[in-house]
T-cell receptor, first 117, second 113 residues
Framework: DGGITQSPKYLFRKEGQNVTLSCEQN?????MYWYRQDPGQGLRLIYY???????QKGDIAEGYSVSREKKESFPLTVTSAQKNPTAFYLC????????????????FGEGSRLTVL | SQQGEEDPQALSIQEGENATMNCSYK?????LQWYRQNSGRGLVHLIL?????REKHSGRLRVTLDTSKKSSSLLITASRAADTASYFC?????????????FGSGTQLTVLP
């Protein structure tokens, strides 16, 4: 079955540690995204990538880093510089709807819940 | 900044009743999408309505779009307990940029058996 796989589902971090969240897709989608969701709120865009070896900052990129070495993979690192990292993190992908256009539906993983101890 | 804002923030109804959620947005759009999120899970796409469409149906879902008022509504008919979830609208800008699909803060729907 095609889809997006996020791991781990739950992650605990001590202050000062970096942690990496995995996101893999087998949908052959060009674009991949990382969102952060806080309780009772909507999704805020952290980073996105439209092509291998290229990615762009979203609205809340500070304290996060990403890489896109393969089309299928878009890992997110939450660094120690992120002051309030406890949140639910969602990875998504979408296919191009035209040259440089991404207006179609997003496909989401099941999320990773990060808690700072 | 959040483009779409849902109303109400929370809605509680009895099984069998209809549920209506509204979404307002600020700038011109290519399309508007509705997503569902069960507690602690990822979002699932429900329906997409393009800017040149006024109404769209999918099973028990009916979506309307009024571009002059920059608003949309999602109607779930004959609701079931399994419809309990958060519902989000998301707007895709007319520029088509991957960056700018923005989500509202959601409506929490509770369907009581």
């Amino acid at each position: 079955d095609g889809g997006i796989t996020q791991s781990p589902k739950y992650l605990f971090r001590k202050e000062g540690q970096n942690v990496t969240l995995s996101c893999e897709q087998n949908l052959n989608h060009d674009a991949m995204y990382w969102y952060r969701q806080d309780p009772g709120q909507g999704l805020r865009l952290i980073y996105y990538s439209q092509i291998v070896n290229d990615f762009q900052k979203g609205d809340i990129a500070e304290g996060y880093s990403v890489s896109r070495e393969k089309k299928e993979s878009f890992p997110l690192t939450v660094t120690s510089a992120q002051k309030n990292p406890t949140a639910f993190y969602l990875c998504a992908s979408s296919k191009s709807t035209g040259t440089g256009m991404y207006t179609g539906e997003l496909f989401f993983g099941e999320g990773s819940r990060l808690t700072v101890l | 900044s959040q483009q779409g804002e849902e109303d109400p923030q929370a809605l509680s109804i009895q099984e069998g009743e209809n549920a209506t959620m509204n979404c307002s947005y600020k700038t011109s759009i290519n399309n508007l999408q509705w997503y569902r999120q069960n507690s602690g899970r990822g979002l699932v796409h429900l329906i997409l309505i393009r800017s040149n469409e006024r109404e769209k149906h999918s099973g028990r879902l009916r979506v309307t779009l009024d571009t002059s008022k920059k608003s949309s509504s999602l109607l779930i008919t004959a609701s079931r307990a399994a419809d309990t979830a958060s519902y989000f609208c998301a707007t895709a800008p007319s520029t088509g940029s991957a960056r700018q699909l923005t989500f509202g803060s959601g409506t929490q729907l509770t369907v009581l058996p």
